[in-house]
Every structure is written in structure tokens, then in C-alpha cells.
């Protein structure tokens, strides 16, 4: 009996981060951290600025956000994320290398997670990175590759991604 292999033609996805800019406030870092804990059962890195911006009062070292990438079981959690969404998408939301991302106002709106009093209402960023069987020859440590240039997941590719999982793109 032999196994059928995965078409290398077909779209998956590589990796979804989620992410909670808080800016300075510590406060509000300890809730964007839980809340990416409920989400998901990885733990959160905190992000940290490297630039010097003193209009924004920024130095390098602090702490202004928060993070998760999440490469197993990510169909799922990108299901639940659009329909938070609404399951509509904008076509401003696709890059041309066949990315998207798309924000949640209120994290009350993801099924699974119901109003916390101690985290009141907080929004989160998702950003979805698409490939296809054969990217890891760019990654690899030996003798990595170039992915040709037909391989490459472009912006038609990734629309008609999303609209397989029946979201709406305007």
C-alpha cells in the first residue's frame, strides 16, 4: 500500500504570531502575557525596543510588547482567529509574498475565551506566514537554496487560501 504524498503545489501554513504592543506600561504587559497564555500553551517572549527614540520616550532594552508563535495546531486557532474576525478580510491585509495579518479589537470575540474582570478589554495582532512542501531548502543549515521563483506563494495564492476556509476577502 503505498501513501499518497501532499501535492508540492499546495499552500500550508508555516507559522502564526500573535502579538500585544503595550508600549511603557508594565500593567498592561502582565495582562497582554496572560491572555496570550490563555490563548495558546506556549509561553510569551516579551519584546524589547533596540532603538533610541526619545519622541516616542523609547530607549533600547524596555519592554514594549509581547509575543507567541504558534507552528503546531495552527489551522485551528487561525479559524477560531477569523471568526473573531468576522470571517472578512481586506485585500490591504495580504503582502505580495503571501502573508496577512489582521487585528482583534476585544479578545472576548475569539471562541474559547470568555471576559476575564482581571485583563478587562485588550486587542491582539495576527500575522500568518504561508509556504509550500520544499521552503526548508532556504532555511536548512547545509547547503541552503533558493526557492524558484514559480514556487514562491504570491498574494492570488494566499486570497485563495483563506477563501478555501471560507472567509469572505473584500
Known amino acids: 500500500m503505498t501513501a499518497t504524498l501532499p501535492s508540492i503545489r499546495n499552500v500550508r501554513i508555516a507559522k502564526i504570531t500573535l502579538n500585544i504592543g503595550v508600549g511603557k506600561d508594565e500593567e498592561l504587559m502582565k495582562k497582554g502575557l496572560k491572555l496570550l497564555q490563555k490563548l495558546t500553551p506556549l509561553s510569551p517572549v516579551k519584546t524589547v525596543t533596540k532603538k533610541r527614540i526619545p519622541g516616542w520616550g523609547l530607549r533600547p532594552g524596555l519592554t514594549i510588547g509581547c509575543k507567541v508563535t504558534v507552528r503546531k495546531d495552527t489551522e485551528t486557532l487561525l ?65 541552503p537554496a533558493k526557492v524558484g521563483k514559480s514556487h514562491l506563494v504570491t ?16
Open 79 to 143: 479559524k477560531r482567529l477569523l471568526v473573531a474576525k468576522g470571517k472578512k478580510l481586506s485585500l490591504r491585509n495580504f503582502d505580495n509574498h503571501g502573508n496577512f495579518s489582521f487585528g482583534i479589537p476585544e479578545y472576548i470575540d475569539i471562541e474559547g475565551l470568555e471576559y476575564d474582570p482581571e485583563l478587562k478589554i485588550i486587542g491582539l495582532e495576527a500575522a500568518v506566514t504561508l509556504e509550500r512542501p520544499g521552503f526548508r531548502v532556504k532555511n536548512r543549515k547545509i547547503k
Open 155 to 170: 498574494k492570488d495564492d494566499a486570497v485563495t487560501f483563506v477563501q478555501n476556509l471560507g472567509v469572505e476577502v473584500e
